[in-house]
């Protein structure tokens, strides 16, 4: 079991960067491939970007790409959210989540953190 949180959200204008990291519990924590999700208000929960149990494998969603860059240092069982170039339609509370390789579906998640950019 791994329990996931998620910090380095806040206000930037737009053009800016952040970087959201999301801190891992758990001596297995290298199993998991990882997931930053977002949920703007009113609309549904997406995939941001996803990386493998090893950092071998990520993928991006389209609305990102070029942008952002997720990356892990499993030493410090952490996974990170470089994004750059930010816009205001990337306003949302983003979330960190975690699942074992074999599974497909995503079943341990964070509290969220909220990144809000300005126009």
Request: glycine share 10%; proline share 2%; net charge positive.
């Given at each position: 079991?791994?329990q ?9 204008q737009t053009?800016g960067?952040l970087?959201?990291?999301c801190?891992a519990?758990?001596?297995t924590?290298?199993t998991?491939d990882?997931?930053w999700?977002?949920q703007?208000?009113?609309?549904e ?8 149990w ?8 389209d ?8 990356s892990?240092d499993?030493d410090k069982?952490?996974v990170?959210?470089q994004?750059?170039n930010l816009?205001?339609e990337?306003?949302?509370v ?6 074992l390789s074999?599974v497909?579906?995503?079943h ?6 909220q990144v809000?950019?300005?126009s």
């Amino acid at each position: 079991q791994v329990q996931v949180v998620e910090s380095g959200g806040g206000l930037v204008q737009t053009g800016g960067s952040l970087r959201l990291s999301c801190a891992a519990s758990g001596r297995t924590f290298g199993t998991y491939d990882i997931a930053w999700f977002r949920q703007a208000p009113g609309k549904e929960r997406e995939l941001v970007a996803s990386i493998s149990w090893s950092g071998g494998s990520s993928h991006y969603a389209d609305s990102v790409k070029g942008r952002f860059t997720i990356s892990r240092d499993n030493d410090k069982n952490t996974v990170y959210l470089q994004m750059n170039n930010l816009k205001p339609e990337d306003t949302a509370v983003y979330y960190c989540a975690a699942k074992l390789s074999i599974v497909t579906a995503y079943h341990y998640w964070g509290q969220g953190t909220q990144v809000t950019v300005s126009s």
